[in-house]
């Protein structure tokens, strides 16, 4: 990657009822009992932090989201993504029930990205015999982009189930072990979805927080024509 791509983005989503994620997710959740589904994301800033040699950052999470996948949505805005790579895990139970849920589930989130303007790419679901995950494999890979080589950095990113799936798509999905210039210069760390105002694509619009596309950024008289213009005046 180079400071001229976009934020690009892997979201692997699973059907709660799988069980296999952090019971700490859980915890403190209140809205947990009305959450279907556990996302997990992963995504990496290319923009080059400093002068010299450039560090670049990998962040992911997961989390607990609604049937709508409002939380994700807002996550998708947050990160500024393009480009996505998505992974819609099948649900347990029987062969007809799992088929049909698993299509609702997957129309859904790419309504999410439709709505967000991303390009989407599929990777066929996992789980059984399909089942690519490595966890070994993604440990030594983030060693290796990790900065000092110190995978122990890596450990909060490891220890969350469905985040190190998404993290090994976007590894697979940005190429970033094809070239050997990416060692040692990536920084992996634990995004907080809480530390951001959540808004969803509509409200990113109605409050023009951005310039739309073929907007210009200044109106009549120099006057701003989004919220992030005219916080920059300062």
Not at 37 to 64: K, M, R, T, W
Request: glycine letters at 10%; charged letters at 25%; proline letters at 3%.
């Amino acid at each position: 990657l180079d400071a001229a791509q976009p934020v690009v983005l892997a979201v692997v989503v699973q059907d709660r009822n799988r069980k296999e994620y952090d019971d700490s997710l859980l915890a403190g959740a209140s809205s947990a009992d009305c959450s279907d589904h556990v996302v997990g994301a992963s995504f990496c800033n290319p923009q080059g932090e400093g002068g010299g040699l450039a560090l670049y950052s990998i962040s992911s999470c997961d989390f607990l989201d609604d049937p709508h996948f409002c939380v994700l949505e807002a996550l998708v805005v947050q990160s500024g993504a393009k480009e996505c790579l998505v992974q819609v895990l099948e649900p347990p139970g029987g062969a007809k029930s799992a088929s049909s849920s698993s299509a609702t589930t997957r129309q859904r989130v790419l309504d999410v990205f439709d709505r967000c303007g991303v390009l989407v790419t599929e990777r066929e679901g996992g789980g059984g015999s399909k089942d690519t995950f490595d966890h070994g494999r993604l440990e030594r890979d983030l060693g290796r982009l990790q900065r000092d080589s110190q995978v122990e950095r890596c450990r909060d990113v490891l220890d969350r189930k469905v985040a190190s799936r998404a993290t090994q798509l976007l590894l697979e999905f940005a190429e970033l072990l094809q070239d050997k210039r990416n060692f040692g210069r990536w920084e992996v760390r634990v995004h907080d979805t809480g530390r951001h105002m959540r808004m969803d694509a509509a409200a990113i619009k109605a409050l023009n927080v951005t310039a739309q596309p073929g907007q210009g950024a200044r109106g009549s008289g120099g006057a701003p024509r989004s919220l992030q213009e005219l916080l920059g005046r300062g």
